[in-house]
């Protein structure tokens, strides 16, 4: 079955991408648009299943956006989750009024936006989120339900920060992944935890990976300066 396919409209490139990162996590795909005429381009050319939509926005706010959505044919049906940082019960009412389906105050828990991303597929298209629970990547395999990770058809062990590292990853492959980013996916953005650990855990990984196949180590490569890439085939 496809993933479901959630639009992620915010200005904010930070929240959006640790937005991206925990659906991502979650079994769905996403897609990032930073304004009200990327997020239009993006819905009608791709089937999206349902938006995240930010209420400030730059050239159209995001209560403009769901109105106009909900007034025209092709997108009246289009389930949307407000999520903004006005918790003013006449703001949600507003929200509501403009036909969006839920609405979530900053800050919130990835876990509560999970649950209600969820909360609202069930409801509009019952059945969509069921997904399959593997990634492969390369010689590199994981299974999120089984908790595992193997490289070809060998069980690599490994401790739970490692597995978590690796995961984000693979769901960004090809893409260079900040010490930053990666901390915040793994560790949470209020964490204490310094960029030098995240060093730490992709050195242990490596060393994880290296005693079952050399190369599948070499599929992390160090991006100067940055961070980290997940890459498909050692370059």
Known sequence: MQKPFVLIVEDETDIAELIAINLKHNGFDCAIANNSTEAQAIVYERPTDLVLLDWMLPNMSGMALAK???SQKETRN????MVTAKADEIDKVSGLDAGVDDYLTKPFSTKELIARV???LRRRVPGMIEQSTSIKVG???LDTEAHSVSVKGTEVPM???EFKVLHALLLQVNKVMSRELLQ?????????VDTRTVDVHIKRLREAL??????AALQISTVRGVGYKMTPHVE
């Open 118 to 120: 969820r909360a609202v």
């Open 139 to 141: 010689l590199i395999e």
């Open 68 to 70: 106009l959505w909900r």
């Open 210 to 215: 290296s005693v079952v196949s050399p190369q």
């Open 78 to 81: 289009l389930p949307i989750i």
């Open 184 to 192: 915040i996916s793994v560790w949470g953005r209020y964490s204490d």
């Open 159 to 161: 401790s739970l920060t």
